[in-house]
C-alpha cells in the first residue's frame, strides 16, 4: 500500500513539475544551463530518481518514508501553485 501511495503522489510531481516547465515564466530562464538542457528533461530524470529511491526504501523497511515524500510532494505543490499562478 505505501508504495502505491508513493507512486501515486510520483505522478502529481511529475504532472506538477511538466505544467511548470512549460508555463514560459520568467524565472525559469534564470536557472542555470543544465536545467535547460535537453528541454528540461534533466530535471525529470531528477525527479524520477527521487521517485524511485523513495519506492525502493520504502520496499525495503522504511514505509515511514511516505511521510517524508508526501511533505516533498506538498513542498513541490506550493512551489508550482505559486509560479503558476504568477505570485512570484
Do not use: K
Amino acid at each position: 500500500m505505501v508504495l502505491i501511495v508513493i507512486f501515486m503522489l510520483g505522478i502529481g510531481n511529475f504532472a506538477l513539475h511538466r505544467a511548470v516547465l512549460e508555463s514560459r515564466h520568467p524565472l525559469l530562464g534564470q536557472m542555470p544551463w543544465f536545467v535547460h538542457m535537453l528541454g528540461g528533461r534533466v530535471t525529470m530524470v531528477t525527479e524520477f530518481v527521487v521517485l524511485l529511491a523513495s519506492m525502493l526504501l520504502a520496499a525495503n523497511g522504511w514505509p515511514s518514508l511516505v511521510w517524508a515524500y508526501l511533505g516533498y510532494t506538498a513542498l513541490n505543490a506550493v512551489a508550482a501553485w505559486l509560479i503558476l499562478t504568477r505570485r512570484i
